[in-house]
């Protein structure tokens, strides 16, 4: 059974059908979550969230898209929203030094110890981190999921322009954050 198909037979109350759909797209759907609220707790709540609002939307689906973009948009609207909720808790709570991300240090050894030491990995948290919950979402959209330009317009309800210069202002954040640790300047 395809995708629209199990949609049509989920919105009928067919719930092997909407599982169907779960077991297909809740790994990339985690993966996008995950990738954009930075924690496994955060993602997993947006993909509960999520696949909820998609149950309860399947008889508004139209098939202008394709299930997967679909399903993908609320996810990324989830994520957003669960990112803005942190960003309005956070500026009412008094943050310590340990909460602050670790800048990289200059006389620490070069990039192959970055690496070996997941550093990148780091960086890389922290420069989504940096990112607005917009430039998140493009970013991740972009670079993690592989998303044209034209599809993450679809996902995020956005003008191909306003991704593209999402994704550039998400970019240098993330080489400002990268480029010591790989040794350019």
Not at 108 to 136: K, T
Request: a positive charge.
């Amino acid at each position: 059974m395809d995708d629209t198909a199990a949609v049509a037979k989920a919105g009928a109350g067919d719930s092997e059908a909407f599982r169907l759909l779960i077991e297909r797209h809740g790994r990339a759907l985690y993966r996008l979550a995950y990738r954009m609220t930075g924690n496994a707790h955060d993602a997993e709540d947006v993909v509960q969230e999520a696949f909820l609002k998609a149950y309860r939307s399947l008889d508004r689906f139209e098939g202008r898209s394709q299930v997967g973009t679909w399903l993908h948009r609320i996810t990324a609207n989830c994520a957003l929203d669960a990112l803005r909720a942190r960003q309005r808790q956070e500026r009412h709570l008094v943050r310590s030094d340990h909460d602050t991300p670790p800048e990289p240090r200059a006389e620490e050894p070069g990039p192959d110890r970055w690496v070996a030491g997941g550093d990148v990995h780091r960086g890389v948290r922290v420069a989504l981190g940096r990112m607005s919950p917009r430039e998140r979402a493009t970013f991740v959209l972009r670079h993690f999921e592989g998303l044209s330009l034209q599809e993450i317009g679809q996902v995020l309800e956005l003008d191909p322009e306003a991704v593209r210069q999402s994704i550039c202002r998400a970019v240098r954040k993330a080489r400002a954050v990268l480029a010591p640790l790989m040794g350019v300047v």
